[in-house]
Structures are given as C-alpha cells and as structure tokens.
C-alpha cells in the first residue's frame, strides 16, 4: 500500500469507542466515514438507529483527539415526517461538526428492510419536497463551504473521496473478499458472494471468481458518459474520442437542448449538469446514452439514417476538404 494511500473506514457511532478510533489511526487508517444521517432524535430512532446526535457529537471530537483530520458524514434526507426545516437543521449542526466531506442521499425504500413499511406512506415528503431539500443542500453546503464535486457528495478543497472518484473516473480497482468486485486491465469480474463457498476456494485453491467480463470500447464510453456526468467535472468529446473513436455529435445536441432547459453548463468544450439537472440526471443520463447508441448505429448503417448520406458518416474521421491544395496554390 502506497505511504499517501486514502484509507477509509465507516463507522457508527453506537458502536465505536476512543480506544478504537486510536487503535484503527495507529493501524494507518487515515478517513472516517460516520453514519449520523439526522440530528433528530426522534427520526434517528425511527429508522432503527441505535445512536443519538449527541453520540455523533461525541464520536466526531474522539476522532479528532485520535488524530483523524479527514471525516466524512452521511445525511439522509427525504425521511418520514421529515420537514424542510428539520432537514437545514441537519445540515447546520452536522457543519458545526467541521467534517472535511459530506454524503447526502435521498431516501430510498428498498424491499426487506425496516422502512419498506413507509412505501405508500403519506408520511414520505413527496418528490417536490425532496426536490426542494436538494437544491437546499447544494446551497447551503455551498456557503458552508463545501463544494458539490459528484451528485450526493460535497467537499472541503482537496478532500474529495479518492475512493468514490476511482469509479468515477472509470480508474482501474480491485477489491478483496467474498462479494468483491473489481475492474482491472478492461476486465470486470466479482467474488463469491457466499463466504463459506469463497473461504473453501481459498483454501482449496480453486477458482472463486462468480462472474467475469471484458468490457468493449463502446461500452467504456458509455460508462464515461454515465459516470463523468455524476460528476462536476462533467464530459467532453475529446475524451470519449480518446475512449471510443465515434462521432459525438448527437450526443451533444442533446446536451445543448438541456442546456437550454438549464439543465446542464458548457465550459469550454466540457458539458456538466447542474444542481438543477442532477435532479433527474437519471432520465437524461438514460437518454443520453440512448443517443449515444444511435450514434454507433449510424457509424455501421449509414444507410439507415434517411436522406442523402455526408462524409461524417460514412467515415470515423473528420472529413476533408474536397479542394487539397498542391503546389503553388494549385489544386
């Protein structure tokens, strides 16, 4: 492991003590991720929440004390019964806590777990509410301080999560243990999720890989496409050029169409959403990559594309002019 190497670990903060944020810093861990998710202790209980905000409180100062000064806090907003003001609430005194980096999620009610009872709940703020805790969110963090770098996560400067940035920035990583995944050298592949069945791999020597796949060019630029845009960093048709030589061109008309709808920003030759457009960033990112595949459709059947074909299409390269000029001006 690289000396400068980014360790994080996430923590709860009913279940960690001072001795062992000293014994996880001594270790080499060097980041905290802590799951406070509200400052209401009638919402935290709630959720199944063991700890209290002023349990957070405490973990926070005992992190520092251990000799941690990169902390990162998860909120969760769009909880039930959750109001607007109890959300900026959440968000004021999490800040007073001065974490380098924040996590903030909308709330989502997966089957099987203890919220799943809230589906049809009257008591779920509905998507406007939630649109308008959002939007809350990237303005207020902002005056905090913390600048909005990928759709949920805000940081202090230089402190954006090296770990979440390795995805989305389509980096090479590898993970360890059974249910792992990993993505080296345009192969992606996964462990064993059983971990009896992966231990007995282990010992045995056998194969504990579930699931392998190479990843094509296209489908690389692809993923640029879909992780660059949760980004603040955006996309720009160099890069993709650079990932997967096609046109981009219907990729970025629709792009200027959303940026007439202020959904997205151009600055210089890279596209990014706004706070206005990670809002539905799913919709536009799916058609997005919608584009992108009539794109490469059109590269292999120009035939198809109606009306009279040009050199763009017919060729992945630019086109040249008809006129070459010679010698002496001569064509």
Not at 52 to 78: C, H, K, M, P, T
Not at 121 to 134: E, G, K, L, V, W
Not at 151 to 178: M, P, Q, T, V
């Amino acid at each position: 492991v690289l000396i400068d190497s980014e360790v994080t670990v996430e923590v709860n903060p009913a279940t960690i003590g001072f001795q062992d944020l000293q014994r996880m810093r001594k270790a080499g861990i060097n980041r905290l991720s802590i799951g406070i998710q509200s400052s209401n202790d009638g919402t935290l209980k709630s959720l199944g929440r063991k700890h209290s905000f002023s349990d957070a409180e405490q973990v926070v100062s005992e992190a520092r004390d251990a000799g941690f000064d990169n902390i990162s806090v998860d909120l969760i907003y769009g909880l039930p019964s959750q109001t607007k003001d109890e959300w900026a609430d959440t968000l004021a005194r999490t800040a007073a806590l001065q974490p380098e980096h924040f996590s903030c999620y909308g709330l989502r009610i997966e089957e099987g777990t203890p919220l799943y009872l809230y589906r049809d709940s009257p008591f779920i703020p509905d998507d406007d509410t939630q649109a308008d805790m959002y939007l809350y969110t990237v303005d207020a963090l902002n005056r905090y301080g913390y600048h909005q770098y990928e759709i949920s996560n805000f940081a202090l400067r230089d402190r954006e999560s090296r770990h979440n940035l390795k995805y989305w920035n389509g980096d090479d990583y590898l993970g360890f243990g059974a249910a792992a995944h990993s993505f080296i050298g345009g192969q992606r592949f996964n462990y064993l999720p059983d971990v009896r069945k992966y231990t007995d791999g282990i010992l045995t020597g056998s194969s504990v890989v579930d699931l392998s796949e190479y990843i094509s060019d296209f489908e690389k630029g692809c993923e640029y496409l879909m992780l660059g845009l949760r980004t603040n960093k955006g996309v720009c048709a160099s890069e993709y050029y650079n990932i997967y030589p096609c046109s981009f061109e219907l990729v970025e008309e629709l792009l200027s169409s959303y940026e007439k709808e202020g959904w997205v920003a151009r600055k210089g030759e890279r596209w990014s959403f706004t706070p206005r457009g990670f809002l539905i960033s799913n919709v536009l990112i799916g058609n997005i990559l919608e584009a992108n595949t009539r794109q490469r459709s059109l590269m292999g059947t120009p035939w198809k594309s109606g009306g009279e074909l040009d050199d763009s299409q017919l060729s992945l390269f630019p086109p040249q002019p008809d006129d070459t000029p010679l010698f002496n001006g001569i064509t």
